[in-house]
């Protein structure tokens, strides 16, 4: 027969199992991009449905009802470093849509390059700025042509200072889509 005592002793372990399976399952991965950002100590909203599909180390994609997110993370950066890093992706990201001249010597007066339509739009947030472009069926920046364009595309790099991390963002939706659902991702981007 159970005494008070054994009572006490026998809903104490199960509180105490019940809280430790609780806590096990509440901090699991559960192959959300949502869990992998806010492991990393970041968070963006409507990513809720988004699925991680590859991961490497710090590299990983996620996919919703075909729009995809890509997120390159990069630890103890400083703010030095980090700028730096911006800096020569900027530079070749801003070199994809420069006139440049044929390779062959007969069109040497023929310049190639993009029209304005084509170009990255900059944005300015609080952690760092975005690129509002358009992407071909393999991702590639720098499609200057209607009939290549695959994807709408923004190309993110913020700074989380406490942390000294450094995030990569590519999201790329539907040709067909509004740039503003790219546009409020990269806003939302916050630092916990």
Not at 8 to 32: E, M, W
Request: glycine share 8%.
């Amino acid at each position: 027969m159970l005494n008070k005592k054994n009572i006490f002793i026998l809903l104490l372990a199960l509180g105490v199992l019940g809280g430790i399976f609780v806590f096990k399952n509440k901090n699991k991965d559960d192959g959300s991009l949502a869990y992998l950002l806010n492991k990393n100590r970041v968070t963006l909203e409507g990513i809720i449905d988004f699925s991680i599909t590859q991961r490497f180390e710090n590299n990983f994609s996620a996919e919703n009802d075909g729009e995809i997110i890509k997120v390159k993370i990069f630890n103890d950066f400083n703010a030095k470093e980090a700028g730096e890093y911006i800096a020569s992706q900027t530079v070749l990201l801003n070199g994809l849509f420069e006139p440049q001249l044929p390779p062959y010597p007969e069109f040497l007066t023929k310049q190639t390059g993009c029209d304005d339509k084509y170009k990255p739009i900059k944005e300015n947030g609080e952690y760092g700025d975005s690129y509002l472009m358009y992407a071909g069926s393999r991702f590639g920046y720098g499609v200057c042509v209607d009939d290549l364009i695959e994807y709408k595309a923004s190309l993110g790099f913020y700074y989380c200072p406490e942390s000294k991390t450094l995030f990569k963002l590519e999201y790329f939706t539907g040709k067909n889509e509004d740039f503003g659902k790219l546009q409020t991702l990269n806003k939302s981007f916050n630092c916990l």
